[in-house]
T-cell receptor, first 114, second 115 residues
Framework: NAGVTQTPKFQVLKTGQSMTLQCAQD?????MSWYRQDPGMGLRLIHY???????DQGEVPNGYNVSRSTTEDFPLRLLSAAPSQTSVYFC?????????????FGPGTRLTVT | GENVEQHPSTLSVQEGDSAVIKCTYS??????FPWYKQELGKRPQLIID?????GEKKDQRIAVTLNKTAKHFSLHITETQPEDSAVYFC??????????????FGTGTQLKVEL
């Protein structure tokens, strides 16, 4: 199993550009989520999905869109990048959304918006 | 919403000493408390967790304690080694209206184990 994979590893965008961060898992996990990690602030939940076709907002959803057309993939879209979106983005998955199931994190995408 | 505070933000210990990291949470509905270790440039990885119906859990050199009344939980690392140097995050989990559980993370503790 590759586990949770993310692409790209690094990305530099100009303000106003759009892009999609890719996340995939091959563990047949129902639950997937996106976090951003900023210095001194821990990880904050952006969006999550409890299964294919179902998504919902987390703590900091503004400026981001998600979709979940398959169990395996959960892309995060930035429609118009802003410098405030400079961060490290982690995708995570777990067997279900229940707390008893461990969340596995991907390797992260470091995004810089200039 | 849930708020998790974590202290200290940095911790330096000598190899072989113990390290303690403390967290408090605000929402009494939180029922699951994981701890993650993140090495520089790497992803967070779960090292230990505790559920609200348990007061203490141990796994070799690491242990976690939970005081539900006071709403705080702590990570204890004994006989620290240089490879324990990393950032440690606590988290509290509560149910989301849309299903699933939301993890609210503390701000992290940079642990440095010195030779």
């Amino acid at each position: 199993n590759a586990g949770v994979t993310q692409t790209p590893k690094f990305q530099v965008l100009k303000t106003g550009q759009s892009m999609t961060l890719q996340c995939a898992q091959d563990m047949n996990h129902e639950y997937m989520s996106w976090y951003r990690q900023d210095p001194g602030m821990g990880l904050r939940l952006i969006h999550y999905s409890v299964g294919a076709g179902i998504t919902d907002q987390g703590e900091v959803p503004n400026g981001y869109n998600v979709s979940r057309s398959t169990t395996e993939d959960f892309p995060l879209r930035l429609l118009s990048a802003a410098p405030s979106q400079t961060s490290v983005y982690f995708c995570a998955s777990s067997l279900t959304g229940l707390a008893i199931h461990e969340q596995y994190f991907g390797p992260g995408t470091r995004l810089t918006v200039t | 919403g849930e708020n998790v505070e974590q202290h200290p933000s940095t911790l330096s210990v000598q190899e072989g000493d113990s390290a303690v990291i403390k967290c408090t949470y605000s929402d009494s509905a939180s029922n699951y408390f994981p701890w993650y270790k993140q090495e520089l440039g790497k992803r967070p990885q779960l090292i230990i967790d505790i559920r609200s119906n348990v007061g203490e859990k141990k796994d070799q050199r690491i242990a976690v304690t939970l005081n539900k009344t006071a709403k705080h939980f702590s990570l204890h690392i004994t006989e620290t080694q240089p490879e324990d140097s990393a950032v440690y995050f606590c988290a509290a989990s509560m149910k989301l209206t849309g299903g699933g559980n939301k993890l609210t993370f503390g701000t992290g503790t940079q642990l440095k184990v010195e030779l």
